[in-house]
DNA sequence: TACGTGACTTTGG
DNA sequence: CCCAAAGCCACGT
């Protein structure tokens, strides 16, 4: 036990612990697991695509979504689960936005 | 061990 | 608004 977690395991964990109606940006997961720098090992992660992993909650600092020819689709999904969206077709991050001490901290 | 790759972020034009 | 380049880190081969 206590080994090092694999930057790519941490972050399975972490989105896996976004509730529904949140969303978090590539760069602050990675923040939370300790590297600023690793945004890119987050999406990288997310490009596996596991099913049990609702990756459609991670998305880019700017509120669009990425994961290509997939994104358009996730995007229906974060509709149905309440997440607000702007007139641009992108995430109202901004509303919200998964923080530390929000519903995921039940 | 080294190189290549990438679902990011930031800055600048 | 769009586009481009640089910096960054971890995993796969």
């Keep these: 036990m206590a080994e090092a977690p694999s930057l790519f395991a941490s972050v399975y964990a972490l989105v896996a612990q976004i509730p529904p109606g949140f969303v978090a940006s590539y760069g602050q997961l990675a923040r939370m697991l300790g590297a600023p720098r690793a945004a890119r090992q987050v999406g990288w992660a997310m490009r596996c695509c596991p099913d049990e992993l609702p990756w459609q909650r991670v998305i880019r600092e700017d509120g669009t979504i990425a994961g290509g ?19 641009d077709g992108r995430v109202a991050i901004d509303r919200c936005r998964w923080q530390p001490g929000e519903a995921g901290l039940v």
């Design 69 to 87: 020819e997939y994104a358009p689709l996730r995007r229906a999904m974060l509709e149905a689960e309440g997440v607000p969206f702007t007139q």
